[in-house]
């Protein structure tokens, strides 16, 4: 029982610090396609509304957008997008602060 820790902190340490080597690295790729979830209070939500993480709209009001990623910058996300009635594609700025998670096909 004694020896139990180390062996586990041997075993562990190595894939703790493994993590850290690229925690600078974006995830999330320029100019591959990708959805944008948003922080729900961003778009006017209360805090006792139960909405699932993945849900896409709500009431006929979108809670996602998705298209392209232009740029990544310390604190916007630039997509390029095609919006519905649109013939030409539209760069939309989404504020990093405002944004819940963001989905990418990792098969791009």
Not at 10 to 25: E, K, M, R, Y
Not at 35 to 44: P, S, V, W
Not at 57 to 78: C, H, L, Q, S, V
Request: hydrophobic fraction near 40%; proline fraction near 6%; charge should be negative.
């Amino acid at each position: 029982m004694k020896h139990t820790f180390p062996l586990v902190a041997a075993i562990l340490c190595p894939l703790l610090f493994s993590a850290c080597d690229n925690a600078d690295q974006p995830l999330i790729a320029e100019g591959k396609t990708c959805t944008i979830y948003f922080r729900r209070d961003a778009l006017g939500f209360s805090a006792n509304e139960i909405v699932s993480p993945m849900t896409a709209g709500i009431n006929d009001g979108n809670m996602t957008i998705g298209g392209r990623i232009k740029k990544i910058g310390p604190e916007w996300i630039t997509i390029e997008t095609m919006r519905d009635g649109l013939t030409i594609p539209e760069d939309v700025a989404v504020p990093k602060s405002v944004i819940l998670f963001i989905t990418q096909q990792t098969g791009q």
